[in-house]
Every structure is written in C-alpha cells, then in structure tokens.
C-alpha cells in the first residue's frame, strides 16, 4: 500500500477520497447512463447516512441497503464484523483466508449492484460459534469494538441498523455479538476518552438512533410476530425505480447473488415488500427512520446556495444532453469550496466532481502492459482520456502516486475525439508488495493483525497504483484519481480487468500444504520457481528443522524471461518418531532472500485476486498403518481431502459420470462422497442405487456432512437417518469413544483421545440426530453445558460391505495434517467387514 504523510487536513480530504473510492477499485471506469446521471444528481441533495451492521457477508439486508441507497439517496454502509473467512465454499476449494479474500470481493460486487458502501473490522471468523461468550473468548473484544467505534467516527451515520438482537437465541454467536457490539459503540463513537488513539485521524460522533431489523423470523410465528407488529417501525421497500428500470427487490436479488461461495442466488420480486425495524437506542423514530433528522443542506453552513444550484441543475437537466448541466454543476462546486471544512463538505466534494464527470462523458483510464510489475521496474502504461461533450475541457497533466514529476500536456479534449499516448513510468526500489493489508502480519485464531490505523474498516488495500489527471472544466481546475489497471481481450469474455499489483522478483511456491510422512521412506518435495522479472538469478533452499534432511542442499537458477518457472524437486527425509513441523523454501538473490509465493484466486464474478503467502507447508512424521489402496472420490461442494490421502499413499480417483457403473466401482477399497454431495451434486439422484448396491456387494461408502435442505434425494442412507444442525463448534471439546470395541476405532491403527489433540476450527457440524438401530455410534462430543451429539460417525452393515455417515470435519482436519485425524480417517477407508461383527449395542437416538 502507498504510504502517505499528512496533515490533518490532508488526511480528512484523503478519507473522504477512501469512502468515495472503494467500491470502484480495480474495476472497468463506471460508464453511468443518462437515468443513472440523474439519479446521482438528485443525491447531491440529500445528507443523510445510514449503517447496517452484521457479522458475515450475506448476512446484511440487501433489499434495505438497496432502498435506502437508491429511493431515499442516504450514503448507506454495510460494516460487515468478519470476512467469512470460516465458512464453506462452494465454488472451489478455497477456505479460511482463502475463503475470506473471495467472500470480501463478493461483498463489494453486492455493494456496487445496490450502491452501498462496504466496511470491515480485524474480527476473525474462526467458524461456528453458538453464543457471544464463546465468541468474545477468541475475538478480543475490545478491538473489534476500537474497529466498529473507528467506522463509525469516519463514515458519521445518522441511523445505525442490526441485522441481529443483542438478546441470546439460537442464531450464531457472531451475530449475536454483532449486535451487542454495535450497541456499546452506538455510546462509545461519542465518548473522547474511548479510542482517544482515533481522534488524530476522526472526530468523536453520536448516530441518531440504532434499530434491529427484525421480522416474523424473529417472532417464531406470525401469531407472535402481530402481538409485536404495532411496536414496530414498518417500511415498504418494494418501490420501482423507474431511473434504473428495477424494482428494489430486483436489484437486491442481484445483489444478494454475488455471493456465488455461499449458493445464494436469488430472484427478483416485485410490488410491496415490508421490513421492520424495533427501537434499540436512541431517539424512538414513530413514523419514518430519519424522524428528526435533517438531511437538507440547511444542516451545512452555508450550504443553501449550493442546494439551489443543485436543484436548478436537476430541474433542468435533459437526459439527451446531461453535459448541458455542467456549468450549474461547476457554480454549485465554487459555492461548495467556500464553505469551511466539515464532513459533508468532503462527501459532497467527491460525489459532485464524479457527477460532473459522469455528465460530461469524461472516460479516462490507465492501464498497465502486465498485471504485475516489481519494485525498481519500468512499467508501460497507456492512457485514454475523452470528452463525450461539447463542455470545454483541457487536459492540464497527469501524475501518477509512485512517480516524483508529472506529465504536463495542456491538451483540449475535443468532443468525442480521443487522446491516446503510451508512457513509461519505473516503481521505486522501495514500493510495498501487494498483500492483503489483514494478511501481511500473523493474527491469532480470532484477530487479523493490523498496525495501521488508517487502514482499519477498508474492505481492501488502497490501489497499487494512481494515475491523477489534473483538467480544466469550463475554465474550473477538476482532478480526478483513476487507480491502474490491467486490461486485456479476452476471446470469450472480450474485455477484462484485473488490478494491478506489486510483486517481489521471484516467487517460491510449495506443491502442497501439508506433507504426511506415514513412514520412514522419504518424500519428494516439489518446488516452483517463478521470475517477477527479466534476469532474475540465484539458488533455492528448503529450511528445515532440526532431525529432518533434504537433498540436495541447494538448487541455482537462472531464470531469463518475466514469468519464466524451474520446477525443483527436493528430497526431504523424516526423523523417528511421530513429529509436527514446518518447512519453508526461500530463494537467495544478490544476497537477499525472498520466501513469498505467488496464488490468484480467479472466478469470473469478482475481480482477479493476488496473494504473496509465505512459502511454508506443514510437515509430519505420522505413525499410521493402512489397509486398503484404491479410493473413489465424489466431489461434493469442493475440498482438499483426495490430495489428502494421496499423501498417506492411497491411490485416489475423482469419479465422474461414465465412472459410476457397478462393475467400475467394484475395483474401490472404499468410495467417498465429498462435503455436501448429496446439496450439490444433482446426478446423485441417479448414482444412489449404483452406490449401494456397491455397499451391498462388499463396498465400503463413506459420506461426509450434507446440510439438512436442499438434498437431491430424500433419504441418503440405506435406512433411515434424519440430518440436523447439531454441531460441535469448541474444536478441543472431549470426544468419548462409544464403542471402544469397533474395528473402526482399532483397525489398523488404535484410536485413543490423543487422536482427537490439535484439531482446528471444529469438531464437526451437521450430525444426525436420528437414525436406525442398525446404525453404530461409534463417537460422543458436545460444546461446553450441550448434551451428548452422538451422531458425528455412524457405521452400519449393509449386505456384505458398510455404509458411514459422518459429521465429522475431516475437510478442515486433513488438509491442516491433523495426525490423530488422519489415523481414524484410514481406518474409515479399511473398515472392509468388520462393523457387522462390532462390539457393543447399537444406538437409536442421540440422547440414548
């Protein structure tokens, strides 16, 4: 990120530039409409704000953000508390930061369909979590509370709103403590002695209100729900906007449909929609959300002459020629520059220069010959800059954020006639690599770790890179910022953007996560090296700790083009004894090293993503025995487990369509279903039989957790078997053998309570909570004062072979080289016959 030095001043203009900015970055310049024109006119009359809190993306109120963005024109946040960092994925097989990158970017595609504004707190999301005290034990509370007081001073809402009731319930603890969050900083915003830290950069601020939108959910039934309704604050928020040619509910079930990870495509409604929101704190509102709350300019000093020429410039505004407005647009701009600094001043500042630009057609881009350059670097740019409109304008100079001097050209923008130039600008030796500003430091399980104040709420990093162009308007100086871009044709999706980042010279990627090491024989350990730029030279070595050894000690490189690789192949030999340790690659060039690897996370809905992980995978020396080689993989809704067990040795085939005949199946030790198979993979329906009649050949099924909707087929097991949401979120929570008997907790290997040490984010989720008596349970384990789940891993004989269902998270366990789970997981696959002969009764219900 761009490392600035400011006034105070300085900063407060900057800020307002960050809350103008973000929901643009990295993405094609806005090409508004002429409707589109007038609504952001009509917005420069209106100044009120509006924040929505919750705890995760998806969990805001896309249909409430939409109308109070677009119908009432209130500038309208989303503070979201976490990432979602712990959720699952359904798109691939990203997950934890991963997982939070992609959730982010989708959070700010939603934010650019409904026109709301995206904030963020260092808060973690760690997974599951049932209620708030188990919530504020991982998060630390008082910096996620700094996070929301430090959003709220900076982006100044009138109105704050809840998605969730401070009040205990059955909801996830996250949004629970959401609430209860936004309540202590609703006070907090105003105190000078909370955060005083903040107050060099914000100014202490007191919102209006704050309410929970809630609704007959909330109430467990419509009866309940009518006793309250009278209480409530209605809103109907299914009006047409007949600017944008949608409805509200249209454009927030496209907006909702960003969030691709989490399968939450919508569809558009039309006509009344009714929210309701119950006082929290505050002056009560009776009738309308801003009750009592100027939103004219009358609240600006001085502002009336500005709301006069803004309402002159909408009375007369014709869509045919939107530029004719310009010069009311350009007095409304001198008035506004008169008036002494204050916040809205700042926003109206950004909002009116984007609308003149908007009116006149002013398309003006910088794009970047690579997505990527390095520090001292030459990059070659070219520049687009046109006028669409008969309005005078001059392009007086450009200037880019890494560069000492600017461009001067002095160039009139004749209307509809293009100004194009290509320029060479070199980065500084010293200009920051592109990492996620949460992800440059190690955090803890509940905190990203972030040093800069300034950087605190921003959904992503600032742009790499800025180009300022400096114009005259109609003899009015106008500058605008336009971060550089990446852009390129593609021949199916014709023109693409990317942001563009800053990268060391050369990455070093490690093939894999984890390494298991199942015995003494040693593994190969596959290196990549990759040029950031031309003539990049130097050698390649694996560190590892002390009774570990890798052959050969070094590897050279020279790689001679941008983008050139050298697979290298190291040796790596395990010590005695079951061991956990990490190994890391690093690269030596002109004596400095560098460890970062290069990962893209490319999905067509967001914008392409760059991280600079740290070159380090997970070693163990695992004391396992296995039975059994060759495994059938159905993935699901995508994990990592089949390059889990490739490490331990299973030979793993994805199956595919023209793989599920019985006669092909037959060949598998075992078969394995993937998270969530049976929500996301339609042709099950279809398989069903096949499968168990594999299982009833002899097979051996192992299904991983479904959720309890949204099943392609009623009944996923032989017998009957009812799904709940009953989990257990404290991943070192006791796990009590059942069936201490079972082949499946001794064959191959011995399951004992220290298998079940080091388990990360969760026990599991999803387990049965009924089942046949034909079913075993062979584990126990409950969250702290929960009764007994015992539906985590269920095995029953199906004619010759065994079927199991399990809740179990080996999709977190195995990929993260949890030993003791890699040991019960083998056995799972060796299971072959023995469970019809198991020790010990069989359970019918959870709680028996």
């Known amino acids: 990120m761009i490392k600035y030095a400011y006034s ?137 509370l700094a996070d929301m007081v430090y959003v709220i001073r900076k982006f100044r809402p009138d109105v704050m709103v809840t ?75 299914g009006a047409y906007n007949p600017l944008l040619g949608k409805s509200y509910g249209e454009i927030a079930a496209e907006s909702r449909s960003m969030h691709k990870s989490q399968g939450f495509g919508a569809t558009g409604s039309r006509g009344v929609a009714l929210e309701y929101l119950k006082h929290t704190k505050g002056a009560r509102a009776e009738k309308e959300l801003f009750e009592g709350i100027n939103t004219s300019w009358s609240r600006v000093k001085g502002g009336e002459k500005v709301e006069k020429l803004i309402q002159k410039a909408i009375d007369t505004y014709n869509p045919a020629v939107p530029a004719a ?79 000492s001097k600017d461009t001067t050209l002095n160039k009139p923008l004749q209307n509809n006639e293009p100004l194009l130039y290509n320029a060479t600008a070199t980065l500084p030796q010293d200009m920051p690599y592109s990492q996620p500003y949460w992800l440059r430091k190690q955090g803890t399980v509940g905190m990203f770790a972030v040093e800069n104040q300034q950087e605190v709420g921003l959904p992503e990093n600032a742009p790499a890179a800025q180009a300022t162009f400096t114009l005259q308007v109609a003899g009015q100086p106008l500058e605008v910022k336009v971060p550089i871009v990446y852009k390129r044709t593609d021949p199916v999706e014709g023109e693409v953007y990317r942001p563009f ?37 130097g050698n390649v070595k694996l560190q590892l700790p002390q009774g570990w050894r890798a052959e050969p000690a070094s590897v050279p490189f020279n790689l001679k083009s941008k983008g050139a690789e050298l697979p290298v192949s190291f040796t790596v030999y395990p010590p005695q004894g079951q061991q956990e340790a990490t190994l890391q690659a690093v690269t030596t060039v002109d004596g400095k090293n560098y460890s970062q690897g290069l990962n893209v996370i490319n999905y067509s809905h967001i914008p392409a993503q760059v991280t600079l992980p740290d070159a380090r995978a997970k070693i163990v020396k695992l004391d396992l025995q296995k039975k059994g080689q060759k495994v059938g993989y159905v993935m699901g809704a995508g994990d990592d487990i089949p390059t889990s067990l490739q490490q331990i040795g299973y030979d793993v085939s994805l199956l595919q369509e023209g793989d599920m005949r019985l006669s092909n199946l037959q060949q598998f030790d075992a078969i394995i279903l993937g998270v969530r198979a049976y929500n996301t993979v339609e042709r099950l329906k279809f398989y069903q039989p096949t499968l168990l009649k594999y299982v009833e050949n002899g097979g051996n099924l192992i299904v991983q957790y479904n959720t309890n909707h949204s099943l392609v087929i009623p009944d996923v097991a032989p017998y009957p078997l009812k799904l709940s949401r009953d989990r257990v979120t404290v991943e070192d929570a006791e796990v009590r053998l059942l069936q201490p008997g079972h082949p499946v907790l001794n064959t191959p290997n011995k399951i004992t309570q220290k298998d079940f040490d080091g388990w990360v984010q969760e026990r599991g989720l999803y387990f049965p909570n ?32 065994n079927y199991i269902y399990t809740g179990y998270s080996w999709f977190r366990e195995l990929p993260a080289g949890v030993p003791g789970a890699y040991r019960l997981f083998a056995n799972l696959i060796s299971l072959g016959n023995h469970a019809s002969g198991a020790n010990g009764e069989a359970k019918s219900s959870a709680n028996k």
């Open 8 to 144: 105070r001043q300085g900063f407060l203009l900057l800020l307002a530039l960050l809350l103008a900015v973000p929901a643009a970055w990295a993405q094609a310049p806005v090409k508004p409409s002429s409707s589109k024109v007038l609504q952001d006119l009509k917005k420069l009359n209106v100044l009120g704000s509006v924040l929505y809190i919750a705890a995760h993306p998806d969990d805001e109120n896309t249909r409430l953000i939409t109308y109070l963005s677009n119908e009432k024109l209130y500038n309208t946040g989303y503070l979201a508390v976490t990432r979602g960092d712990g959720g699952q994925n359904l798109i691939g097989p990203e997950i934890s930061e991963g997982l939070g990158i992609i959730r982010t970017q989708e959070l700010l595609q939603a934010r650019r369909t409904d026109g709301g504004q995206q904030f963020f707190t260092r808060a973690n999301d760690f997974g599951f979590s049932k209620d708030p005290e188990e919530t504020f034990t991982i998060w630390d509370k008082e910096q996620v």
């Open 501 to 537: 980042v800053v990268t060391p010279p050369v990455f070093v990627n490690i093939s894999e996560k984890v390494y298991m090491f199942a015995s003494q024989e040693p593994k190969q350990v596959q290196v990549l090296v990759k040029s950031g730029k031309d003539n990049i030279a």
């Open 163 to 237: 998605r969730f009731s401070p009040e205990p319930s059955g909801t996830h603890g996250h949004h629970t403590s959401s609430a209860i969050l936004a309540a202590e900083a609703f006070d907090a915003a105003a105190d000078p002695k909370r955060f005083p830290e903040q107050l060099k950069y914000v100014e202490v601020w007191q919102p209006k209100r704050l309410l929970w939108n809630t609704g007959v959910w909330s109430f467990g039934n419509q009866a309940e729900f009518e006793k309250y309704v009278k209480e409530l604050l209605t809103i109907d928020v």
């Open 325 to 403: 407005v310009v010069p009311t647009l350009i007095a409304a701009k001198k008035e506004l520059d008169k008036i002494p600094e204050g916040y809205w001043k700042r926003v109206k500042q950004e909002e009116l220069q984007d609308v003149i630009q908007e009116a006149l057609g002013l398309y003006l881009e910088v794009t970047a010959n690579d997505f990527a350059a390095t520090p001292g670097q030459p990059v070659k740019l070219q520049v687009e800059a046109i006028n669409r409109s008969a309005v005078p304008v001059t392009l007086q100079r450009i200037g880019y954020s890494f560069a």
């Open 770 to 801: 009924e089942w046949s008596d034909k079913f075993q349970a062979i584990l126990s384990s409950n969250d702290p004062g929960e009764p007994a789940r015992n539906g985590g891993l269920l095995v029953a004989p199906y004619g010759k072979g």
